[in-house]
């Protein structure tokens, strides 16, 4: 079992930044492939951004694509998720989710995680 606890998200205006924490529980930490996910109100929850192992092993979507980082530190079992240049269509809460490092992956695809956190709100004021 793997528990998640979000952090960071906070009310802030277009055009700042804003760094998103999770702490992961899971014995082995590098184990896992880290991802964060959003969900803007009524509308499905989206792909943000994953990591294998390290920073040279990461997937963005394309609306986080130069804006948006994913870290880790498998020693402290977080990963971050640095967010600048912020618009309001990126209001949403947001989830870290976390799923076990296989051959096979796809990273992009919120059912191929069984581990997800409760989410933190992102709020951002034109």
């Known amino acids: 079992q793997v528990q998640l606890v979000e952090s960071g998200g906070e009310l802030v205006q277009a055009g700042g930044s804003l760094r998103l924490s999770c702490a992961a529980s899971a014995r082995t930490f590098s184990n896992y492939v880290m991802g964060w996910f959003r969900q803007a109100p009524g509308k499905e929850r989206e792909f943000v951004a994953a990591?294998?192992?390290?920073?040279?092993?990461?997937l963005y979507a394309d609306s986080g694509k130069g804006r948006f980082t994913i870290s880790r530190d498998n020693a402290k079992n977080m990963v971050y998720l640095q967010m600048n240049s912020l618009k309001p269509e990126d209001t949403a809460v947001y989830y870290c989710?976390?799923?076990?490092?296989?051959?096979?992956?796809?990273?992009?695809?919120?059912?191929?995680?069984?581990?997800w956190g409760q989410g933190t709100q992102v709020t951002v004021s034109s």
């Open positions: 990591i294998r192992l390290s920073s040279y092993d990461t």
């Open positions: 989710a976390a799923q076990i490092l296989k051959p096979t992956m796809y990273l992009s695809s919120s059912t191929q995680y069984p581990y």
